[in-house]
């Protein structure tokens, strides 16, 4: 269950929307504009169900692309998480395994090319949840996307939802960075998915967030308050 969510929530996502490429012989500057524009999509929450998803992917033309089009890259590594999720819900441990390798590969591909990719670090942090492997080293990834992009909230949204499900397991340093980034974004007013990781999670985790919560200003404390009570509502 734990390994399922995780991949759930680092896509942050359900539901699906569709596209379109226009044809299958896209010049590769038309193709790197779309694959751009679905990065640009998925980074502000437009999601895609494991369908449309997969036909995406099947109709990206991958062979045009060269090795550093990180922005194209990182919109593919974004469509395959939900079928990751998808073939481990259907118990296919093979497509499950393929996945999981694409998408290693093809993250590995991008740090060649963008070694402080903040985002890129953070999938394969969630990747090595996936293997089962909640270590140092799985861990050492997330402090990576950290020290990258400590203060920025684009990618702290996004490495709450996949990192608090796990914070009891994380070392101290890493665990103190996941506080502090939940009280950091609830200060400054995004609080819809610090809420949403707060009711998903379990009740020694909450014990934590509420302490963060409560050295807040009164403000901050009432948009959580506000936040948690429309979720629920």
């Known amino acids: 269950m734990l390994r399922l969510a995780a991949l759930r929530i680092v896509l942050f996502a359900i539901g699906g929307l569709g596209m379109a490429w226009g044809g299958s012989n896209l010049a590769r ?12 999509r998925l980074l502000q929450f437009e999601t895609f169900g494991p369908a449309a998803a997969a036909d995406v992917l099947q109709d990206a033309p991958v062979d045009e692309l060269s090795g550093c089009d990180n922005h194209a890259h990182r919109s593919l590594l974004l469509l395959e998480m939900p079928l990751a999720e998808a073939a481990l819900r259907a118990g296919a441990v093979t497509d499950f395994d393929r996945h999981l390798g694409s998408i290693e590969s093809r993250a590995r591909q991008v740090l060649a090319c963008a070694p402080r990719d903040p985002l890129v670090w953070l999938i394969l942090f969630g990747h090595e949840i996936e293997r089962g492997q909640l270590d140092e080293h799985a861990f050492d990834l997330l ?9 920025e909230a684009w990618i702290g949204t996004r490495r709450m939802a996949v990192a608090l499900p796990v914070v009891m397991a994380a070392p101290a340093p890493v665990q103190q960075q ?11 007013g995004f609080v819809e998915i610090p809420a949403r990781s707060y009711l998903s999670t379990t009740a020694a985790t909450r014990a934590l967030l509420q302490a963060q919560v409560d050295a807040l200003d009164v403000r901050s404390r009432q948009a959580f308050a506000d936040a948690l009570e429309k979720l629920r509502s």
Not at 29 to 40: T, V
Not at 178 to 188: D, G, M, P, S, T
């Open 29 to 40: 500057g038309a193709a790197l504009d779309e694959l751009q524009n679905l990065e640009s």
């Open 143 to 151: 402090a990576t996307s950290y020290e990258i992009s400590p203060h």
């Open 178 to 188: 996941v506080l502090a980034e939940f009280r950091n974004l609830v200060r400054h």
